[in-house]
């Protein structure tokens, strides 16, 4: 599919995806979020990972917050993202606790980040990550990913391949709505290793 072609249908699709949430209850948001909380949980990626960044959940997004407050409870170290809203450049940097994230400041987007000026340990420059959690507009069962456009995650993967050994594993976390017949990509679209939702299979990896 030609570039323009690609941009075009990414562009349609996305106005679809986010009818399709706005049509979301804010308790089926809710069930669905404790459903993949769960999931997540009992995932041997999980399980077996010591570093692990995730998400600040937006609105229309599945809820990471018990999980976070598992990664802390397990004993793992979590980092979130801090977008640069001026570039597509993103960290991901240390959270000290759950507790933190309602003080942290919020972005246009309305959600929690560290300030720019607020000096924190950087994952990859301290050892990488073993597990990022993804979020994602659309999805599809061969693990291809329809971002909000901006290329945060589809960059700072491609850095984490960039500094570290062993590629981190990639879990992306979908309201069953999100789920698409296929999503159209280009070369700068990196796949995820796997797309949870409310039915997909349990720990059955892509790659």
């Known amino acids: 599919m030609a570039a323009v072609a690609v941009s075009s249908a990414k562009r349609s699709l996305r106005a679809e995806l986010k009818q399709r949430l706005r049509a979301l209850s804010a308790e089926e948001r809710l069930r669905q979020s404790h459903l993949l909380t769960q999931k997540v949980i009992a995932h041997s990626q999980y399980q077996n990972s ?9 609105q229309d997004e599945i809820e990471t917050e018990e999980i976070i407050k598992d990664i802390f409870k397990q004993g793992k ?39 720019e000026e607020d000096v924190r340990e950087e994952a990859l420059s ?22 909000r456009g901006k290329g945060y995650y589809d960059n700072y993967l491609k850095r984490c391949v960039q500094h570290q050994e062993v590629r981190p594993y990639t879990l992306a976390l979908a309201f069953k709505e999100q789920i698409c017949p296929r999503v159209p990509v280009d070369e700068h679209d990196m796949k995820v290793d796997e797309v949870l939702y409310e039915d997909s299979p ?5 790659r």
């Open 50 to 58: 010591k570093r692990i960044s995730i998400f600040l959940s937006m």
């Open 77 to 115: 170290i979590c980092f979130i993202p801090r977008y640069h809203f001026q570039s597509n450049h993103m960290d991901m940097v240390r959270l000290k606790s759950p507790e933190e994230i309602s003080l942290l400041p919020k972005t246009s987007w309305n959600i929690h980040q560290p300030a």
């Open 126 to 147: 301290t050892g990488g990550l073993d597990l990022i959690i993804f979020p994602g507009l659309g999805f599809d069962k061969e693990g291809n990913r329809l971002g």
């Open 202 to 206: 349990t720990s059955q990896a892509i």
